[in-house]
């Protein structure tokens, strides 16, 4: 069972984003074949090890490439793209193939992807079924405009978020949060069937009660750990101490015998409302940034170095529970930033020594010199610079 008070829930990042991840061996795409994925009709790219950054005008297709290093991962879209859109118009499937750099050594994984069934995935030319295992094997961390919703959009964004995390970090917890999840339909469905007996309710009631107590304390201790971090690398940014907050409100107690009577109390309400309102499906969850709530004060500049920071802490809490740098896709990653900010931005990723993906439509943006790769693309074509 998961302990949310575990050494796993309690990593010592330091309060240094690099510092204590030099001993962590970092992951590389060494190749990519795409066929009539996305604007890609057929494209082969031999990525650099560090820094690897592709230009274009928009709508050209440099984020395509990228986004099916994400699909590899992550097995879905970080742009939140229905399947059917990934794969080329009037073809009737995707292909890709990746060469892989791990620790187990070098590997090729190739996957068909059509718009309907699962993905099939072949691991050294065989067909291969626990791609669940993936965002472990080979992590990447991602950046992309839409992630500005993690800031101003609904408390559920944030939900997620940790709740993604946590499972990348640990995937007991997505056993818990799939059980929580399944006994809050049942439970759901009982008022909307007009079942309001309470020998029916206190089961569901008691299951939910024990799982969201788990959910609610390994959320604070996520929180706990990536907060840290966040300020850490605000202040590389910033040049200055920025205070930052994640607060988290839970709508239920974490004791689970307390939460349980909260349901039993709740009852008649939930009754008339026909549904569970309380539990961590509802928790409250706010960034602040020098004591006032992020989503109304925050400019777009101080929005996007928010988001930067959570991902980038996201990354060092992934990287040591996991002994591997994920591979950073960073989208668009320099809008919204100063000079001075684009370059301390720059300053900390080349001292991750990770393997970085870069979209931009101005190379001149991007301000790393050393180990750097650079391609043009164009109607979905590469063309080295």
């Not at 309690?10 to 309060?15: F, R």
């Not at 709740?163 to 818990?176: E, G, K, Q, Y």
């Not at 001149?364 to 693309?377: E, K, L, M, P």
């Amino acid at each position: 069972m998961l302990k949310p008070e575990s050494e796993r829930f309690l990593l010592n990042i330091g309060a240094h984003l690099t510092g204590e991840l030099q001993d962590v061996e970092p992951v590389r795409v060494l190749g990519v074949h795409l066929k009539h994925f996305r604007n890609i009709s057929l494209g082969t790219w031999f990525p650099g090890e560090a820094f690897n950054v592709l230009s274009g005008a928009n709508g050209s297709g440099k984020t395509n490439w990228i986004e099916a290093l994400g699909v590899m991962s992550m097995r879905r879209s970080f742009r939140a793209a229905p399947r059917a859109d990934w794969i080329q118009a009037g073809a009737p499937l995707a292909e890709l193939s990746f060469k892989l750099k791990l620790r187990e050594g070098i590997k090729r994984l190739d996957l068909q992807i059509r718009a309907a069934g699962k993905i099939e995935y072949a691991f050294e030319g065989v067909r291969w079924h626990k791609e669940a295992s993936l965002p472990y094997l080979f992590p990447v961390e991602v950046f992309h405009p839409g992630d500005a919703a993690l800031i101003g959009d609904a408390d559920s964004i944030r939900r997620d978020f940790l709740d993604t995390l946590l499972v990348s970090i640990d995937p007991s917890f997505s056993r818990i949060h799939q059980r929580y999840q399944k006994t809050l339909a049942s439970r759901n469905r009982l008022f909307r069937l007009g079942r309001y007996e309470r020998v029916l309710h206190r089961p569901y009631e008691r299951l939910l009660a024990e799982s969201a107590s788990l959910i609610i304390a390994a959320r604070e201790g996520l929180i706990r750990n990536l907060i840290p971090t966040v300020q850490a690398v605000i202040a590389e940014l910033h040049a200055e101490p920025v205070e930052v907050r994640l607060c988290y409100v839970p709508t239920l107690p974490k004791d689970s015998e307390a939460a349980l009577k909260t349901y039993e109390q709740s009852f008649n309400d939930e009754k008339r409302l026909g549904f569970t309102r309380k539990g961590p499906h509802a928790d409250r969850c706010y960034f602040e940034l020098a004591g006032r709530g992020a989503r109304y004060q925050a400019s777009a500049g101080q929005a996007r170095m928010l988001v930067l920071a959570l991902k980038l802490a996201a990354f060092a809490l992934r990287a040591r529970a996991h002994g591997r740098l994920p591979v950073l896709l960073l989208d668009d990653v320099t809008s919204e930033l100063d000079e001075r900010k684009r370059q301390r931005l720059f300053e900390v990723l080349a001292r991750l020594e990770c393997q970085v993906f870069i979209t931009t439509t101005h190379p001149s943006y991007i301000q790393v010199s050393a180990q750097r790769a650079d391609v043009h693309v164009a109607h979905g074509v590469l063309a080295p610079l």
